[in-house]
């Protein structure tokens, strides 16, 4: 990828391009080529603004901007994602070795966007070792939400980010709208975080499996069948026949995949004991264990895909 950029960009520039075909390696010797391009967003308010800076040392960091400029060379960028303008210049700014405010957290979570967008990763690593410093539970959270949907690397290191995440001041998973950023994450990163705050008392009451059952319900609208992995960690021995009647009916409607019809037909099996003692009728039911429902749903997912 780097050396296609780079042959791309020799042919507009007075650079040399030396290539060592075996070790597939580029190196370039570019010229000081300082201008001013105007960054204009399509978007209603139609927001521009114009930044001097050199277009050759920005396309060696960021193979996005790269592909922007090169090869017609525009005046005028056309930034198509909706990042605040602020954002948008205070990035180009640390991409040149430039200052910024750095008070404004959500206006720093804009920049890492941008700089994960654009490929420049120096400055998104910049920005996680200042994230991490700040001791604040539900921005920490917010923090853990959001290198989870921009970087790869979240998985590892979820717990260095969630260490100062207090369990209490976070809302529940069944609040509207409170988890839309955590729905949004991948279902195996979300596993994790059910983990580690259900190590404590208050955090294995108020993620309860329940409340995981009814996550799982809106993750796999979007996951789909990768959603699955969060019923690893509940069990099902007490859930409601009605829960997992629920579930079962996404599963086999949306997704043709009726891994829990065995639950759902054992479940229904009841026995009843008539006895007619003070002319009261007593009802009870046949006890199921469902704690095997993740490991047999995977098994027959398998099978069924094979």
Known sequence: ????????????????????????????????????????????????????????????????????????????????????????NDFLCLCFGQTIDNSDIFNLFEIDKIACKWKVRPISDSLCKYFNDVKLSKYQFHLFCHQALYHNDVKSNYEKVMHNIEVSELPNLNEKDAYNDLIKIEPEITVEFFKVMRQTEEGSKKFSDLEICDF???????????????????????????????????LSRKFHVKILS??????????????????????????????????SSVSALNSSMK
């Open 1 to 88: 990828m780097r050396s296609q950029i780079c042959e791309k960009c020799s042919l507009y520039s007075n650079r040399t391009l030396n290539a060592n075909s075996k070790m597939l390696t580029v190196t370039l010797q570019m010229p000081k080529s300082t201008c001013n391009i105007l960054f204009k967003y399509s978007s209603e308010t139609s927001e521009s603004f114009t930044m001097n800076f050199d277009p050759y040392q920005l396309s060696e960091i960021s193979d996005y901007f790269c592909d922007l400029f090169f090869p017609a060379k525009p005046k005028e960028i056309e930034v198509k994602d909706r990042f605040p303008i602020k954002s948008m």
């Open 262 to 295: 065995s639950y759902i037909e054992e479940a229904t099996l009841f026995t009843y004991e008539e006895k007619f003692e003070d002319e009261n009728v007593v009802f009870s039911s046949t006890e199921y264990d469902y704690s095997s429902i993740y490991d």
């Open 216 to 250: 799982f319900l809106k993750t796999i609208r979007i996951h789909q069948l990768k959603s699955l992995v969060i019923l690893g960690i509940v069990d099902m021995n007490n859930m409601p026949y009605q829960v997992i009647n629920e579930m079962h009916s996404i």
